[in-house]
């Protein structure tokens, strides 16, 4: 019997068994920012301890700079933390992309743009988003701030292995479908807690197809389906992307190469469930809810609940409808919007970027909505830019923004005001995500977005931008 990439890495990281039954795992890479890495930087000093290989350990800023003003943040409480990780940085030894390096940014764009993510490795950070780098065959999963001083003080944590569910979605998306629809239709399917206790692998020729920012794009979200982390198994594609990245060792790139290769699942690998989903079947798709399960196709209308099945279903229905403040059974599509925002470690790359402008070209954003663009690191803002993408977006009455987690969660002065309804190409749309206690959130691809911008509401973008005849259209 084979293994899956999970078994090999996990094997090849285990220290040893502890004595409760949990496995001591060495932590290849440590990545951290300014929210969850001062408690436990202060938990070093407090027990005398130093970083233990801080060589693997690597700092940017993100949730709470400013996408404007970067440089002088009008919270003090900003101020405050991004001021502690340059020291903290500086004190035990850390790399640190700061807003000077010209490689600040969200940590899951960072550390993918660095090279510092890598086949076969194991990764932690204290954000739930790590999984991000499972695309590239790496475990990822993140981790509480009493774990990061674990990792900072010992580089390892001690965990309970998971199961392996493979996701297999094959066949042929159709035009106007993207990553983001086809993370958001898997998490319909299987539930926002179906991931529970799982690692999620991806297979089948639609995650071959994809490009590792896709492929990103589909594990970042592994999460908000409840898996502990998500991951693609490397391939020619893998091994392209990270070639010449400043952290990767070039010294011997070919053994390098074939190294991470192994690590990709064998065959006959054992898997705890296998699900097979039909890439046909996706359309693209939004959420109507307060979960990212709430998902339905763009065709589609809102859930009624008094077609619920169950009362449990039925009172999930009420209680997201209210909220939301959405008609039960009337359809999603033209549901006006106020605020239109991408960007994130989701869908904040230079491909999430350069395939709105494609569409954008000619349009102006609706009277009445704010549309705000936030590239994902400093590196993807530069690269816009020399494209002429921010001239495109700006065009068309976009705000182009400087690098940050932004409105995504909202720790920072982007946020949404009173009960403004969000078209968001981000990864969660809980009650307040968006820094409003009433602020409503609804998930989609950028170019569903950027169609809801230009629209004014939720609209579907293979309409607007003619991606495909509109007789082929479900």
Known sequence: MGKSLYQKVWDAHTVGKLADGRTQLFIGTHLIHEVTSPQAFGMLRDLGLTVKYPQRTFATVDHIVPTENQDQPVDPLAAEMMSALRDNCDDFGVTYFDLKSGKQGIVHVVGPEQGITQPGTTIACGDSHTATHGAFGAIAFGIGTTQVRDVLATQTLAMEPLKVRRIEVTGQLRPGVYAKDVTLHIIRILGAKGGIGYAYEYAGNVFDDMSMEERMTVCNMAIEGGARCGYVNPDAKTIAYLQGRP???????????????????????????????????????????????????????????????????????????????????APIKGQKIDVAFIGSCTNGRLSDFREVAKYIQGHKVAAGVKAIAVPGSQIVAHQCEQEGIDKIFSAAGFEWRGAGCSMCLAMNPDKLVGDQLCASSSNRNFKGRQGSPTGR?????????????????????????????????A
């Open 441 to 473: 959130t609804v998930l989609m691809s950028p170019v569903m977005v950027a169609a809801a911008a230009i629209a004014g509401s939720i609209a579907d973008a293979r309409e607007l931008f003619e991606l495909e005849p509109q007789a082929a259209v």
């Open 247 to 329: 952290y990767v060792d070039m010294s011997d790139f070919d053994t390098t190469a074939a190294r991470w290769l192994s690590f990709a699942s064998d065959s006959d690998a054992h898997y705890d469930d296998v699900v097979k989903i039909d890439a046909a079947d996706i359309e693209p798709t939004v959420t109507w809810g307060i979960s990212p399960d709430h998902g339905i196709a763009i065709s589609e209308t809102i859930p009624d609940p008094a077609k619920a099945s169950t009362a449990l279903e039925k009172a999930s229905i009420d209680e997201a409808l209210a909220y939301m403040k959405l008609p039960a059974g």
